[in-house]
Structure formats: structure tokens, C-alpha cells
């Protein structure tokens, strides 16, 4: 094998780019290694592990790391390297009238002069040490805006909510993954059809969990506020939960809001709930002794007057590894999530086991989320050699286009190893990925699939415990 490695000084460019730039260059033949990625530590680690010499290096240094079968091999996967970051850096350039903005503040008047008419809301996807200037950008613009980004110290956090405040628009974030407002998705937003539910969620994955089973059950949404994961902590104290209560409260689209957090803190649940709206409020507030999200939504479903569905699962295959073949010997959980609340709601659950939430800001610092690159969850679904893995498969726009492509033989090789695998599918009949091929690719390939975090939280501690697997989804308190 041949190595090239090279750390290219004060060159950035996005993760998800440069994902798919490694995956390009992995696909190349004779290439058994490429790793294009900024040179945080996390990812200088991951290459050193790898077996790769890596001189220092900062992290708003590019990090290639390449290693092929020959020396032909090295040179032809430099050159598609050169050529596709020569592309992006072309995309920036050409006639002045054709460049995009570049502030958030002419973006938003840019806005204005096209036909598209005026801006309400700003995305902003930035690291994380720019977004406080990016965001406070928009809001002296007069506008509403989502954080996408994640590490933003959170003093920066409560300065731009009570500016927010004062101007008069919402901040959704940061850390805010999954919005939809009016029918936009913004982020990782699932296909939602339209209806009287409004969702003001502190949590991304955990929102998505809501209102894909809102949407399995025939029922839709209004808008879905992301407010950051932080929002209801006692440092940020509710500060854009409250705007957002208040605002659906106010909207006449909105005949019921649903509340979605992580565990918050109790003081901030106790003054979210008594906000005194004239809406009516079910939360789906994580914790012990709380509902989970399943029940949380099933309450929902009752408010509205309608029956809770059964929520589609595929069980394992006769014979999979940790159903009848396991012959009852338990065995150690291990959850590998993408989505924080997820992963909170099923450790809390299954009570037991080691849970790790590749969607933390330890993980994602230079890299791409795990909902788009799940390459540090299959290298941890590859390293189990027994007992059960519990992991998230999180669908919507902005998410892996085909997640079951990676994922489905990872999870037939671990089955072979004798590795019980089960799967929460988050997502919806309308989703680009196909819930149900999805479904079925994974089903296939040896896991047992649910569209309930919860049933499946469950399942993998019946499996893990050696007792007997609960027959169907069985919702109730935590």
C-alpha cells in the first residue's frame, strides 16, 4: 500500500463537502483509504488510527490522507482530489452580477429586489465560532433565523435570543436541525402533509420522531419551531420556547401544540406551562416518570379524537442473530444514535447498556453529521462482536439519500458475527429515501425494524435482558 498525506494550511471548506469528496475518491479503484476532512482532532485521531503519519496540523487546516495499492492508484485519486475542489472553488467565482451575497444582511435585502419577494427567515450553516456574527446579522436585518450550526458558546446563545426579542423575530437554534414552517422543510425536515398540529421542539430527531408518527397516523402539521437543545436549560431559560408557544398559540392554522425537549430543567417546564395559552399544550418533556415520545403523540392522537394506529415494525428474520438463534443468553446493549433525544429516550428506557450520541458537538466539530455520514457509527457497529445494537435511522430531506446502502451490510455482518441488531426508522411515506424500502433492506439484511424509537428501545433491553421479546409495541410512561 502507498500513503499520501498532506495538511493544506487555511483551507476550508464545508464537511458534507468534503464527505462526499471522500467518498468519491474511496470509490476510485485500487484506493482502500481517503479521508478529506478539516484537521480537527477528532479527525486527525481518526486518521492516525488508521495508520496514517499526520504532521501537526490546526483545524482550519485540510487534512488529506490517502492510500491506495499503487502508485498510479495515489496519482489519479490526487487528481480527481484537485479537480473536485477546483470545481467548488469555481462555484464562488464568475461575473460580479452572478456571485452570491456575501453577508446575511445582503442576502436578506438581495431578497427583497428578486421576484421571489421579501425574506422572513435565514438559515445559517457555518462553524460554529462564525454563526453568532452570522445570525446577529440577520436578526438587525429584521428577520427570523435558524442556527443550523452547533458548538456556539451559549452566552452567544442568550444574547441573540433577547435581541431576538426586542426586533421582534424568533432565533431557532443553534443546534436547531429539523423546522418547518409553513410546509418548508428547513434543515432535516421529513414530508409532513399539512394539518393542526403545531410542534415547538428543543430537540431535532426528537421532533422528527413526533411528527413522523403524526403523519403515519394520517394527521399533519402546521409549522415545527425548532428552538435549539439548550433553549429550555436553565441558562437559556425557555427564551425562544416561549416566542414560539406564543406565536403558534397565535396562528389560526394551529388547533393543538405539541412541546418536545430533552430533559429540561424544571423551573423552564414549570413557566412553559404556565404560559396560560388559549391553545391547548401536550408535552413531550423526556425524563423519568415522563412519557415517551410514542405515548407522547398517542395523547396527541386522543386530544384530536382519533384511535393511535399501530405503528409499523418488521421483526427480525426467523433464525437472525439474537432472536431464536441467541438460545437466550442476553448479552450487552450498546446504542449507536445519530439524534441526541433519541438516544436520551432510548437509554432512559432501556435502563441499561452504554448509549453514544454520534450526533454530540463532540463528533460533528469538522465533520458531517452522522444523519449524512455515518461513517464513525458503521466503524462502531463493525467493532461489536456480541450482544445487541440499538442505533437510529433517521429519513427526511438533508439526511443520507439511501442510508440501508451503507448501513444494510454493516448490519448483515454484524448479524453474522452473532450480533442482534434493531433499528428505529424515523421517517414518512413521503420521504425521498422510501420508508418502506428502507424498511425492508435493513429487515433483510438481519435487524428488526420500528418505526417507534420507544418499541424499539424496548425490544433491544428484552433482547439484551434474555427475556422474552415483547410482542408488539407497547407504549406507556418511561
Known sequence: M???????????????????????????????????????????????????AVPPATPGDLLVAIRAASDE??????????????AREAAGTGPREDRPPR??????????RSAAGEATVALVSVPGEYAFLEAADAVEAGVSVMIFSDNVPVEQEI???????????????????????????????????????????????GAQQVTSLLDLAGVGVSHLLGVGGRDLSAEVGGRSAIQALRALDADPATELIVLVSKPPAPEVARAVRDLG???????????????????????????????????????????AAGEEARGGEGGPLRGLYSGGTLCAEAAIIAGTGEFTDFGDDAYTRGRAHPMIDPALRLEALDAAES?????????????????????????ARACGRGVAVVVALIGTDGDPQGLGGQAARLNEAGAAVFTSNAAAARHARDLATATRPSPGPQMGAL
Not at 453577508?103 to 427583497?112: D, G, P
Not at 423575530?169 to 436547531?176: A, E, H, I, K, S
Not at 437510529?392 to 451503507?406: N, Y
Open 2 to 52: 502507498n500513503d499520501l498525506v498532506e495538511v493544506r494550511a487555511g483551507i476550508y471548506h464545508d464537511s458534507v463537502s468534503l464527505m462526499r469528496v471522500s467518498q468519491a475518491l474511496a470509490a476510485l479503484p485500487g484506493v482502500a483509504v481517503a479521508i478529506v476532512a478539516m484537521a480537527t482532532e477528532l479527525n486527525v485521531g481518526l486518521a492516525r488510527d488508521a495508520g496514517f
Open 277 to 319: 395559552l388559549g391553545t391547548k399544550v401536550v408535552t413531550a418533556l423526556l425524563g423519568p416518570g415522563q412519557d415517551d415520545l410514542t405515548a407522547a403523540v398517542e395523547k396527541v392522537l386522543g386530544a384530536l379524537g382519533r384511535e393511535a394506529p399501530e405503528w409499523p415494525s418488521w421483526p427480525a428474520p426467523a433464525g
Open 103 to 112: 453577508t446575511t444582511r445582503s442576502a436578506v435585502r438581495a431578497a427583497a
Open 159 to 205: 444574547l441573540l435570543k433577547d435581541r431576538a426579542r426586542e426586533k421582534g423575530v424568533l432565533v431557532m437554534g443553534p443546534d436547531c436541525g429539523t423546522a418547518v414552517i409553513g410546509g418548508a422543510g428547513l434543515g432535516f425536515a421529513n414530508v409532513l402533509r399539512p394539518g393542526p398540529v403545531g410542534v415547538v421542539a428543543a430537540s431535532g430527531t
Open 387 to 411: 450482544g445487541v445494537v440499538l442505533l437510529d435511522v433517521v429519513l427526511g430531506h438533508g439526511a443520507d439519500p439511501d442510508p440501508s446502502a451503507r448501513l444494510a451490510p454493516a448490519v
Open 73 to 86: 492508484a495515489v496519482r489519479e485519486a490526487a487528481a480527481e482530489l484537485e479537480r473536485r475542489l477546483a
